[in-house]
T-cell receptor, first 114, second 111 residues
Framework: EAGVVQSPRYKIIEKKQPVAFWCNPISGHNTLYWYLQNLGQGPELLIRYENEEAVDDSQLPKDRFSAERLKGVDSTLKIQPAELGDSAVYLC????????????FGPGTRLTVL | SQQGEEDPQALSIQEGENATMNCSYKTSINNLQWYRQNSGRGLVHLILIRSNEKEKHSGRLRVTLDTSKKSSSLLITASRAADTASYFCAVGRASGSRLTFGEGTQLTVNP
């Protein structure tokens, strides 16, 4: 069974440029998460989807970050414009959506903003 | 904050020794999970312990939970070089499925 797929794995852009990350969750997983992980830190939740509905986006900086999960499967996270401080690893995870369920993580996209 | 806080931040041991990592949190929880992350990779779920459980085992892993002290420990017995990774605890709230991760313990197992 395929795990959570993310692309690209690495992205280098200049500040003020837009960037987008894509995630394909495990088949059948209704819940999808986007996390940000800074070096030496644990993941921080940006947004959680239940099917196509964003149910927890309180930590998403909405002035520059946006996300969508059309049709409740794949998801895209966008930053526009990117800032130097956005350099981090962006992790996608999925789960069956149970209240205490295990989350399955993708390998992440490492973003470097120059 | 319900953020888990791991202790120690870094741990270096010899192969065959046991490794113990601790996690503390501040408010009531529904469950606590431990994850492992190898360098440059995503997180991998290790074990989940519910708030009404005190101890759980999975292979060489043993997790304890003391809700009165708001703390958990992860014990890896007979460690191997392949256990070298960062270990994170994550606390689950009483409602919903948000997990809040700690900053992790970097474990190095020397062959």
């Amino acid at each position: 069974e395929a795990g959570v797929v993310q692309s690209p794995r690495y992205k280098i852009i200049e500040k003020k440029q837009p960037v987008a990350f894509w995630c394909n969750p495990i088949s059948g997983h209704n819940t999808l998460y986007w996390y940000l992980q800074n070096l030496g830190q644990g993941p921080e939740l940006l947004i959680r989807y239940e099917n196509e509905e964003a149910v927890d986006d309180s930590q998403l900086p909405k002035d520059r970050f946006s996300a969508e999960r059309l049709k409740g499967v794949d998801s895209t996270l966008k930053i526009q414009p990117a800032e130097l401080g956005d350099s981090a690893v962006y992790l996608c995870a999925s789960s069956l959506g149970l209240a205490d369920g295990e989350q399955f993580f993708g390998p992440g996209t490492r973003l470097t903003v120059l | 904050s319900q953020q888990g806080e791991e202790d120690p931040q870094a741990l270096s041991i010899q192969e065959g020794e046991n490794a113990t990592m601790n996690c503390s949190y501040k408010t009531s929880i529904n469950n606590l999970q431990w994850y492992r992350q190898n360098s440059g990779r995503g997180l991998v779920h290790l074990i989940l312990i519910r708030s009404n459980e005190k101890e759980k085992h999975s292979g060489r892993l043993r997790v304890t939970l003391d809700t009165s002290k708001k703390s958990s420990s992860l014990l890896i017995t007979a460690s191997r070089a392949a256990d070298t990774a960062s270990y994170f605890c994550a606390v689950g709230r009483a409602s919903g499925s948000r997990l809040t991760f700690g900053e992790g313990t970097q474990l190095t197992v020397n062959p």
